[in-house]
C-alpha cells in the first residue's frame, strides 16, 4: 500500500467514527458571564469543587469593627478567638450612593474598600450586599411602598435605578489589586436579596415575580454589558421558601445567576423544627445547584448572641454536613451576620468573641475537617494545572465536578 492511499484510508476511519462527548474541563459548569475574568472562572470553579468536601467560613464586617473595637486594623472576633482569620468577608453598600461617605452600618466607603483589598491579598472571598433605600418615597430598604414597577425599564422613575447602578458600577470598577500588574478583585455581588420575604420593596408582597425578575435582569444586563464589569458572580438568594418550586418562582435564568444561596437565622423559640427544616433546605439548594452548574452557599445566617455554647458543632456543622451527604457539590460557604459595636447594639452579635460562652464549641467548629478559614484557604483565584486538583491542607480536591 502506498503512503497517499494508506493516508486516505486513515482519514475515512477517522471520519467513521461517532463524535466523543466532550471532555470533562469542556463540559464543566462556568460562571453566568461569558466574559468572565480569569480570576472570576476560577474563583466559580474552585468553589464548586470543594464544596462536597468542605465548607468556607464567612463573617460580615469582620475587619470593619467587633463587639468592644471599632476601626481598629488587623482586628477581629474571629481571629482572636480561634486564631484564624475567617475565609469569607461580607460587606454592605446600603443605603443609597449619594448620601455620605459612610454605609448603614456606619462603615466608610474608602475603609471598606481597602479592607477588600486585604482580603483578596489575603486569599479570602468578598461577598457584598445592598440594601438599597426605596427610590420611589425616600425610605430605607425595609420600605415596602410598591416601587418595582416604577423604576423598571420605561417607566417614570427608571434614571432613578440607573443612577444607583452607575454608582454601584464605579465602586466595583474601583476594587482593583494594587501594584503593577493590577487587576479587578473577583467579587461575590448579592442584590435583591430575601425577596421571598416581605420585608423589602423588593421581597413577596410589593411586586411580581415577573417583576422582579425584570429588575434582576436589568442589573445583571446593565452591569455586564453596558459598564463592562466582568468580574462579578451574582448570588441568588430567597430566604422563606415551601419547597423547589417557591425557591425557583422568581429565578431570573441561568444566564443571569451564578450562586443559589438561602438566608435562614435561627430563632430560639423553633430550635427543634430548624432541625428539621433547615437541613432538607439546604439540600434542596444544593440538589438545585448541581442541576443548574451553580455553586451552594448558605448566604447568610446566624444565632443572634449566640446563647447555646454548643451551636457551632452541634447544628450548624451538622447541618452542613447533611447537605453535602451523598452529593456531588455542597454548601461552599456559610456567612454569619455581623457582630455590632456594644455601645450601639449590646445583643447583635453573632460570631465569638473571646469569654463569648460558645468560643470553645467555635474553636472546635473551626478545627473540623470540613470548615475552612483563611489559614487553610487553598488558592482561590487560580486553576490547578494538568488536572491535579485544589490543594486544601493537603488534601487534593478533583476538578471534575
Not at 430550635?271 to 448566604?299: C, M, N, S, W, Y
Not at 447533611?322 to 456567612?335: E, F, M
Not at 464549641?361 to 494545572?385: A, G, M, N, T, V
Amino acid at each position: 500500500m502506498t503512503l497517499i492511499k494508506a493516508q486516505r484510508l486513515l482519514c475515512l476511519l477517522l471520519l467513521s467514527i461517532p463524535a466523543l462527548p466532550a471532555l470533562n474541563a469542556q463540559n464543566a459548569a462556568a460562571p453566568s458571564d461569558p466574559e468572565a475574568t480569569r480570576r472570576t472562572r476560577a474563583l466559580f470553579a474552585n468553589l464548586r469543587s470543594l464544596s462536597n468536601e468542605h465548607t468556607l467560613f464567612g463573617h460580615q464586617d469582620d475587619l470593619a469593627y467587633g463587639v468592644y473595637w471599632q476601626r481598629e486594623d488587623g482586628r477581629s472576633d474571629v481571629q482572636e478567638t480561634c486564631g484564624a482569620y475567617p475565609a469569607v468577608f461580607g460587606w454592605e453598600l446600603g443605603r443609597k450612593f449619594g448620601r455620605g461617605k459612610w454605609n448603614i452600618d456606619s462603615v466608610n466607603y474608602d475603609a471598606m474598600r481597602r479592607w477588600m483589598r486585604q482580603v483578596y491579598d489575603m486569599g479570602g472571598v468578598n461577598t457584598i450586599g445592598w440594601h438599597l433605600d426605596n427610590l420611589s418615597t425616600g425610605g430605607t430598604a425595609w420600605d415596602t411602598s410598591t416601587t418595582v414597577r416604577d423604576i423598571l425599564p420605561g417607566a417614570p422613575l427608571h434614571h432613578l435605578l440607573v443612577e444607583q447602578l452607575d454608582m454601584l458600577a464605579d465602586y466595583l470598577k474601583s476594587l482593583r489589586s494594587r501594584g503593577i500588574f493590577s487587576h479587578y478583585i473577583p467579587v461575590i455581588l448579592r442584590p435583591w436579596h430575601e425577596h421571598t420575604g416581605s420585608w423589602f420593596w423588593w421581597g413577596a408582597r410589593s411586586c411580581t415575580p415577573e417583576e422582579y425578575v425584570r429588575l434582576w435582569r436589568f442589573t445583571v444586563d446593565y452591569l455586564r454589558n453596558e459598564k463592562g464589569l466582568h468580574h462579578i458572580l451574582y448570588a441568588y438568594s430567597p430566604d422563606v421558601f415551601e419547597d423547589e418550586s417557591h425557591y425557583m418562582r422568581n429565578y431570573p435564568g441561568d444566564e443571569y445567576v451564578d450562586i443559589l444561596g438561602l438566608d435562614y437565622y435561627y430563632r430560639s423559640y423553633n430550635l427543634e423544627q430548624i432541625k428539621i427544616d433547615l437541613p432538607a433546605k439546604l439540600r434542596i439548594v444544593a440538589d438545585l445547584a448541581e442541576q443548574h452548574g451553580k455553586v451552594a452557599a448558605f448566604t447568610e445566617t446566624g444565632f443572634e448572641t449566640i446563647p447555646d455554647k454548643n451551636w457551632w458543632t452541634q447544628m450548624l456543622l451538622r447541618q452542613l454536613q447533611s447537605a453535602a451527604r451523598d452529593k456531588s457539590i455542597g454548601i461552599a460557604y456559610v456567612l454569619v451576620w455581623r457582630n455590632a459595636y456594644h455601645r450601639s447594639k449590646s445583643d447583635h452579635y453573632y460570631a465569638p468573641f473571646p469569654g463569648q460562652v460558645s468560643a470553645g464549641d467555635f474553636i472546635q467548629f473551626s478545627r473540623d475537617e470540613r470548615i475552612i478559614l483563611q489559614d487553610r484557604l487553598p488558592k482561590l483565584y487560580k486553576r490547578p494545572k494538568n488536572g491535579s486538583g485544589l490543594k486544601v491542607a493537603g488534601a487534593s480536591l478533583s476538578q471534575n465536578k
